[in-house]
């Protein structure tokens, strides 16, 4: 599986992946192999990219999917913590990798340290996706609903699946 967070600089993006990312590592599962976390500053500096314009950007969205669809498609799961604020490009990859991308919708209406890489043109997500408020919830409850969300859609898969 993908589980691919949105959301606007300061929206707990990095934070909740590294969390994810350590439970998905403990699952029984994954016992047998890793689950890479790409985090959108740290992949900035790999690709030595500064660009924080839409184009800028746009090519930094297309380099970690076209790295998180080699990961997936050799059996990892990915966890992706990047603002990803353009729906064009979010929903053509959910449509390539036909369901195995869980979009996670971070958001918040604090005023937090990275509010200068604010993207105004962001979209927001319509549909098949996860949205949690990071406002008022800690990062712990925050977590803790994510997890029950991505509990009831495996459950919901495996419905589906039999």
């Known amino acids: 599986m993908v589980y691919w967070l949105i959301g606007q600089p300061g929206s707990g ?3 909740l992946g590294k969390k994810l ?6 699952k029984k599962r994954n016992s047998k192999r ?16 500064s660009d924080y314009t839409e184009q800028g950007r746009r090519i930094n969205i297309k380099n970690a999917q076209a790295l998180v ?5 050799n059996g990892y799961d990915v966890v992706v913590s990047l603002v990803t604020p353009y729906k064009d ?8 990798l036909d369901g195995s991308i869980v979009e996670i919708y971070l958001h918040t209406t604090q005023k937090r340290e990275r509010d200068h890489y604010h993207v105004t043109n962001f979209e927001t997500p319509e549909v098949n996706f996860i949205s949690l408020d990071t406002t008022i919830d800690s990062i712990e409850t925050s977590f803790s609903k994510l997890i029950n969300y991505l509990y009831k859609l495996e459950y919901i898969k495996q419905k589906i699946k039999t």
Do not use: A, C, M, W
């Open 89 to 96: 490009l979010r929903e053509e990859f959910k449509n390539k």
């Open 21 to 26: 990312q350590e439970i998905l590592k403990t």
């Open 69 to 73: 669809e080699y990961l997936h498609l």
């Open 34 to 49: 890793d689950v890479f976390l790409i985090d959108g500053d740290d992949f900035r500096s790999i690709y030595q990219n």
């Open 13 to 15: 993006k990095t934070t």
